[in-house]
């Protein structure tokens, strides 16, 4: 786990601090607790998502999008072209991802970040401390994310459901967002025998893209590997 450095306006500014009522989260809690089957891509693969450039895209660095005011280049660990997708590393976290081919990526510090070139699709992975985030687990932090949400976003919609492996997956819907809406999904990996670790992989793509955002997200989860 990574040392809590945060400071109290890091995490606000940060957005990642959840400041509901207990009473909301245990109202919206039992949705998450219900066991759900693994996600599934559907038969999609990162091809469907991917501009077929040999990885060229993650040799650039936009400072416009990603980690904090001096984002630093994600290191790439490899190109599968024929497969339509890149390992990349985000050493900061500890944390491997695969992403479509024609995405960059970046990182601070505290968080790493994917999104394509056109900036419609976008990806952010962080280490959460639950203890620190005023929740008790995993479960606890979707179901409260969740409620927090609708609670300060009116016409936002939110689902949690529990994975069969145990992590969690929130999506949301009708989400506002510069000028138009997003569908976001949450996926959120709890730590083995250490309740109070985790990881979150947050994607959003626009409202439109709601069905291939979630298939994108089973391909994300199926590659991604967390040194705890």
Do not use: C
Not at 34 to 61: H, P, W, Y
């Amino acid at each position: 786990m990574i040392p809590n450095l945060l400071s109290q306006s890091r995490q606000k500014e940060s957005g990642r601090r959840l400041f509901l009522a207990a009473g909301l989260a245990a109202a919206f809690a039992p949705s998450a607790a219900q066991a759900q089957a693994e996600l599934s891509a559907g038969g999609m693969t990162f091809r469907d998502f991917a501009v077929l450039d040999n990885g060229s895209s993650f040799n650039k660095i936009d400072p416009m999008i990603g980690s904090g005011a001096n984002p630093t280049q994600s290191r790439i660990l490899a190109v599968d072209n024929a497969g339509g997708y890149a390992r990349v590393r985000f050493d900061s976290i500890r944390i491997e991802v695969a992403m479509p081919l024609g995405w960059q990526a970046n990182e601070d510090w505290e968080r790493g970040v994917g999104f394509s070139v056109d900036k419609r699709y976008r990806m952010i992975v962080w280490r959460v401390d639950f203890a620190f985030e005023g929740v008790n687990d995993a479960e606890h932090y979707a179901a409260t994310k969740a409620g927090a949400m609708q609670a300060r976003k009116p016409g936002v919609r939110a689902q949690a459901r529990k994975l069969g492996d145990g992590a969690f997956l929130v999506v949301y819907q009708n989400v506002p967002s510069e000028g138009e809406h997003r569908a976001v999904f949450d996926l959120v990996v709890p730590r083995p025998g250490q309740p109070k670790e985790g990881v979150l992989v947050t994607l959003g793509v626009p409202a439109a893209d709601s069905e291939r955002g979630l298939k994108l997200m089973a391909l994300l989860k199926q590659r991604l590997r967390i040194e705890w």
